[in-house]
């Protein structure tokens, strides 16, 4: 690995390790449950980014998928008991995330660099890569492995950032920040290769505040001005209220309205890329074996660390 895969991975083996008051493992995404809590913030988010994830993977048939960068293993869980998936793998840059997924989900995890994946050609039907492009050393090195070991599709997730914002992040030394930038043609170069790549605007700009609400996180805020301090605090105080009216149902029509405003709207935060070999396009079909439901009801045990 080179020197800021290095230590990007000492970074990440550290943050799979945390655990909360509780002693609680505070996963990546809401494993334990809608709002059971234990988890990172941004609910919405990351449920309106899984469920596309897995509209995306449920519109081919495929008997074997490789989650890589898969953090715990969520979603690679979530496409073997939702999409029912008969071979699930995943791999991760943390040797810790990989531990995880194995005592959680009970998934094939291991630790590997996205740049020189350890398996073999066309090895899956299906590979996943989520919110991970935008953190690795080389892009293109990275997408090649994961058409080397592709035989049918890839499903990329990755932000809408503009490439000043992504120089600003690279150059603050944030650790883990993003210091690659996409658009909607990054990967059009593989239909040279003989890809069909689909493209999809995920998290509405217009809808920010909206999910804001539907989250319903506490806020903390050190500006002294006495109306903005005082918004803040009247939203912290409405937060159970917020809570009850954004149940799961409210927060699964969120994620349906986001879909709807992205395909009208230009400004958006996500980016959802489907690459499919050519020979396999034609058999694609209309998303539809999967629910919003299906993803926010999905919830394993509360994890203590091993």
């Known amino acids: 690995m080179d020197e800021y895969s290095v230590r990007t991975k000492a ?22 449950g809608f709002r059971v809590g234990h988890c990172e913030t941004l609910l919405s988010v990351n449920y309106i980014r899984t469920f596309h994830i897995m509209r995306a993977l449920s519109s081919c048939d495929i008997g074997s998928l490789l989650d890589v960068g898969a ?3 969520h979603k690679a869980f979530l496409a073997k008991t939702v999409l029912g998936v008969p071979h699930v793998e ?14 959680i989900f009970k998934l094939q995890a291991r630790q590997a660099d996205i740049h020189a994946l350890p398996y073999d050609d066309l090895q899956f039907d299906a590979v996943l890569c989520c919110e991970t492009l935008e953190h690795v050393a080389d892009v293109k090195r990275a997408t090649a492995e994961l058409v080397r070991v592709t035989k049918k599709i890839i499903v990329i997730a990755v932000p809408n950032e503009s490439p000043e914002d992504v120089n600003a992040e690279r150059e603050s030394g944030l650790m883990h ?10 990967f059009d170069y593989l239909k040279a290769e003989g890809w069909v ?11 920010y505040r909206l999910r804001v609400l539907a989250d319903a996180d506490e806020m903390v805020f050190n500006n002294k001005g006495f109306m903005k301090r ?8 409405s937060r159970p209220l917020l809570r009850w009216i954004f149940n799961r149902y409210m927060m699964a029509f969120t994620v349906w309205l986001d879909t709807i405003v992205c395909r009208i709207s230009q400004r958006y935060f ?8 050519q020979e396999f396009a034609g058999d694609l079909r209309k998303s539809g074996k999967v629910g919003i439901l299906d993803v926010l009801n999905v919830s394993v045990p509360l994890h203590r660390l091993k």
């Open 71 to 73: 953090a715990e293993g």
């Open 270 to 277: 996500g980016h959802i890329f489907v690459l499919v070999r």
């Open 197 to 207: 790549i689909y493209h999809k605007k995920i998290l509405s700009r217009s809808l």
């Open 90 to 103: 995943c791999c991760d840059l943390s040797s810790e995330a990989a531990k995880r997924a194995g005592e």
């Open 177 to 186: 920040g993003h210091i690659n930038a996409f658009d909607a043609g990054s």
């Open 11 to 32: 970074w990440l083996d550290s943050h799979f390790q945390r655990v909360d008051s509780d002693g609680i493992y505070v996963a990546h995404q809401s494993i334990y």
């Open 230 to 237: 005082s918004m803040f605090v009247v939203y912290n105080w």
